[in-house]
DNA sequence: GATGAATGAGCATTCATTCAT
DNA sequence: AATGAATGAATGCTCATTCAT
């Protein structure tokens, strides 16, 4: 990986904001959203964007690698079914990571972060089955599938708690006496 | 709902080629495809799809109720299982049900068909249940709810058959012993 | 040649329009003139010239190949001497055609159009040698090399008619006692 | 000419470099080549390069003042048609030479530096007049208008050798037997 | 003096929608 | 009813130039 010089505390300050937009309005409005209005929310011109994200896709996974090595992190302190839910809490507010995980016409290609969180999850699994919570043929690949799906349904479905709840209820019973 | 005169008989012709074209492209690139396209492969010029679909969006509601329409067909011929296994496998074929379900940004309200294919899942979720395949205390919402997650991730997330099967096999499991 | 319908009368004149105020706007602020100065000049929207040329390179090569296809005829009737002495008379005024042809940058393939030309030159210049007037070893490329040359030159250098008379003086002679 | 305080040290190694820089990109990619690129080759920061040269035809114009000079020095150490020879020769090496002396879009004066050139010129007339290769009423002006007007040729046609050596015949034909 | 981040006007291009033919 | 040309707002991106660090 290549690492240019540290940024000035300025462009640092800047990069943070832009990335804070960004994901606000990405959230609010899907990834069709002008990169202008990024731009605005975050104060700064619209060269300071391009410059900081030469290509809208530049930002785009900018921001997918942020939400995602959250997601890592937050892996690390949860069970599997305790991480699913939060997942299916947060989609909404993660719109843009449900909608580029699933690759809606944008270039983007975020092998690693993506990598990182499978991992994680595949850690995640791998205590649940030790602790008899997940049926023994149950793999990681269809966990995956599993949560890519549910984040996705949560997310333009538009569940209440009580909805949700219901939803995961049936597909941990799932895991748990595949 | 308020009916106009009965269509020309060359109009009525146009509009089916309006929506098969428009199903095939939608299909194809995404609801960001241009109009221009679906006109082109429809073979009529691009005032005609907007004489037939004032707008964008009137387009796309009326090529999800048609299939939508065709979903609640095909609901009548199978049990749960086997409804819930065609869906997912046609969910790239129908890409645009997919993502419009999901509501990609587009303004579509399309209460009466999403209604009627909601009716016919309850009608076989109540057989399964009658069936004992399906247990007692699962409700319409969370099978409609795990339908449109399932659609959503097997379109996006290009899985092969065997992932597939291997997926629903969990929902299943979930379903029968809740 | 992939020739489509007809243009619309409406049509039809809108393109000339746009063609004259291209090679208006290009002769006056050379390519890198924008393609809205010359929308506005034709008094038609942006987007009227992007239909009838998708891209700017697609209208610069379609008012070099006007311009070049007025040049064959024009060569048509005249001698060689009268040609290059018309051609470079006209350089500032047809700046588009100098500067293209010498290729500032743009993406634009002219065989055809140029290969006229070049066949236009080549029978005046036979005509040329026959009558004695040009020496029997000079050929046609350095003949396209000494007009292309001089046309830039006169275009470039703002010459008046004194020079420009004596300049070709000199390749004149050259041309006839090599 | 008003000169300000002599240059630190540092600051007259940074003009240089600039300026050599600025010569290869510009001979590389054509004026259009972005003033962030020569400060990049220059191993610089932007904001130096403007505080050499305030404007990017600042910039230009001191290239094209080096270059010329550069010309004058080899114009007084050979004959008129060998330096004629030399010039057409390098002009691709010297693209900038060529497209600025012809003023593509950008403002740029330089009298003295192409007086000088002009003399030069002039000096190497007046030896071939004398050795009698150059016909008497050849002027100076016709000269540099077919030097000019070479260059540019030779600069864009992508002239081979034998075209160009042929091309330059016609010229010198025509000059001694005017 | 040097740095390099920020600016913002400008450009080519797209596309839903309108309307004259 | 169909056609398809025209519209023009919007978008991603570039780059000369300025100015805080």
């Excluded at 997601?71 to 719109?95: I, P, S, Y």
């Excluded at 990598?115 to 699994?125: F, I, K, P, T």
């Excluded at 949560?154 to 949700?164: C, P, S, T, V």
Aim: some cysteine.
């Amino acid at each position: 990986m290549v690492e240019g010089p540290p940024l000035r505390a300025d462009a640092q300050r800047n990069r943070a904001r832009i990335l804070d937009a960004a994901e606000a309005v990405f959230a609010e409005f899907g990834p069709r959203a002008s990169t202008e209005e990024v731009a605005r929310r975050a104060g700064v011109a619209i060269g300071t964007v391009f410059r900081h994200f030469p290509t809208k896709d530049d930002l785009l996974a900018a921001i997918m690698k942020r939400l995602l090595t959250q997601l890592v992190e937050e892996a690390g302190q949860r069970d599997l079914f305790a991480f699913f839910t939060l997942m299916v809490a947060q989609a909404a507010a993660k719109k843009t990571v449900a909608d580029l995980l699933a690759g809606s016409g944008m270039n983007i290609r975020l092998p690693d972060a993506v990598g990182h969180l499978e991992e994680a999850v595949g850690r995640l699994l791998e205590q649940a089955r030790a602790a008899g919570v997940v049926a023994a043929p149950v793999r990681l690949a269809e966990v995956m599938a599993l949560l890519a799906s549910v984040c996705q349904g949560a997310l333009h479905g538009g569940w209440d708690e009580q909805l949700q709840a219901r939803t995961l209820a049936v597909i941990f019973a799932g895991l748990k006496r595949y």
